[in-house]
């Protein structure tokens, strides 16, 4: 099926086949290899997207039903500069980087989070991973890590500079 | 070749339309939280996909009157987030924000958890306690049917292969009517829940019950109200024993109900305490 979207700020049309997921379109149609392939049945989030701003699964969609959405990966995060963002780079910062592989479905759900509510507290960060699971970590440092992006935010927000 | 084929019909009479077609094995997608997941361990049984996630007809959330209307592809997010609903049934609200994680809740639809009708499907309980309704659509026509007749038996309802199910319609709850929904699952989120009770009351002018609706979750094979728990309550006033007399009501309806199983255990004291703190946190929230 012809699908016209947005994949991290670009426009593509593509032919979409309609009985594989979106998460087998994204890595093995276009090469889109940050989104991960963990369990595969919508537990672990690692292969988590934004699609029009929210988190979802893209082992749980078809690829066709990307068709007129905006779909933002790990790939599509930039900070003004190109490089690293914030998130990104207190995640590495508070080792809350270990083997990896949930690192992007984690961020994403930390930016879904923050772009709700700005000043999120312990239990709402916790809430807001909770469909995105880590065996290294122990959450505690991507928790630290989301926590402490958000109180630079606002710290940014209020003196007025840009994040 | 492709398993299946996908299309997105851009109405509700579209839908109907394709659904009557004889010669296709034709299979819904709303949220598609339980139907991808069986798509990876079994064989499509379908030649088609149809995805009624985005039918404007089936996203609606609106007061008609004295009821509440809500369309079948909303999603629980939509749910959460309604200051129509968190105004008038806060207590559904809470079961749709305890369903699953973001994701899922992002994802998944009313309408799904009703048609999928998993024995722990979160939804049902306080829907069953709205006294819902849930309404049919095909190119014959529409019908109506209660809930509690919808649903036959876990993972079986009474939909036919041509019909959508489009809204799901309850009597707003009158407002000095208290309610609360309380899930205990194995773990505090992301859990499939053990047990869940939706519970509505409300008291009269003298302080008695006057109207009571008890519904719990995932521990009999069709979700039911509670009515010798209902029984029992009305007319008496709100006292802790009196919660737990109904407490035990809760428990011998379940034995009568479900017989000995091998997590009763575990579910005769967990009912009997989350009775007692179902009905304690409506009536104290009732300034008498």
Redesign the interface.
């Known amino acids: ?1 012809q699908i016209t979207f947005s994949l991290n700020h670009q426009t593509i049309e593509i032919d979409a ?3 594989i ?1 979106l998460l087998t379109f994204l890595r093995e149609h276009l090469g889109v290899t940050g989104v991960k392939d963990g369990c ?3 537990e672990c ?1 690692a292969c ?1 997207i934004l ?1 029009d701003g ?4 893209s ?4 690829a ?2 990307a ?1 007129g959405r905006e779909i933002i990966t790990i790939e599509g995060l930039r900070a003004a500069d190109g490089g690293l963002t914030d998130l990104q780079r207190h995640f590495i910062d508070d080792g809350a980087v270990q083997c990896g592989f949930c690192t992007p479905g984690m961020i994403l ?1 930390g930016e ?1 989070l923050l772009a709700k509510n700005p000043t999120p507290d312990r239990e709402e960060i ?7 699971l880590c065996r290294c970590t122990g959450y505690i440092q991507i928790f630290d890590a989301i926590a402490a992006t958000a109180r630079e935010r606002q710290a940014q927000t209020t003196t007025g500079e840009r994040p | 070749m ?5 299309i ?1 019909p851009q109405t509700l009479d579209e839908t109907l339309h394709l659904l009557a077609q004889p010669q296709k094995r034709s299979r819904l ?1 709303a949220g ?2 339980d139907l ?2 069986r798509l ?1 361990y079994a064989a ?1 049984d379908f030649d088609r ?1 149809i ?1 009624i ?1 985005r039918l404007p007809e089936l996203k609606i959330i609106a007061r008609e009157e004295d009821s509440i209307h809500i369309g079948a592809s909303v999603t629980y ?1 939509e749910i959460l987030e309604s200051a129509l609903l968190q105004d008038l049934t806060p207590f559904f609200v809470a079961a749709a924000r305890q369903i ?5 809740r ?2 998944g639809s009313i309408g799904g958890n009703i048609v999928n009708a998993a024995g722990g499907a979160d939804m049902l309980p306080p829907l069953v306690c709205l006294d819902a309704t849930v309404q049919l659509a095909s190119k014959q026509g529409q019908r109506s049917l209660l809930l509690t007749d919808f649903i036959e038996q876990p993972h079986r309802t009474r939909i036919r292969p041509e019909e959508v199910l489009t809204r799901i319609i309850f009597p707003a709850p009158q407002p000095e009517t208290n309610a609360v929904f309380i899930k205990l699952g194995r773990q505090r ?2 859990a499939i829940s053990r047990i869940t009770i939706a519970a509505m009351g409300r008291t009269d002018a003298r302080g008695r019950i006057s109207f009571m609706r008890f519904v719990p979750g995932a521990i009999a094979p069709r979700v039911q109200r509670f009515t010798a728990v209902e029984e029992r309550l009305l007319g008496e006033l709100p006292l802790p024993e009196l919660f737990r007399q109904a407490g035990e009501e809760a428990v011998r309806v379940m034995n009568a109900l479900t017989g000995g199983r091998w997590s009763s255990d575990y579910k005769i004291p967990a009912l009997r305490t989350l009775t007692q703190r179902a009905l304690a946190a409506i009536f104290s929230l009732q300034s008498i």
Do not use: H
């Not at chain 1, 929210?54 to 699964?57: G, S």
């Not at chain 1, 916790?126 to 995105?132: H, K, M, S, T």
């Not at chain 2, 492709?2 to 996908?6: D, G, N, Q, S, V």
């Open positions: 099926m086949p309609a009985d997921t595969d049945v919508g989030g988590a699609l929210q988190l979802v699964n082992c749980q969609l078809l066709p039903q068709d759900a879904a916790a809430d807001a991973l909770a469909g995105n | 492709p398993r299946f084929t996908y997105r997608l598609g939280t991808m997941i990876r499509p996909i995805d996630s997010t699953a994680g973001p994701q899922i992002n994802q989120t992301k």
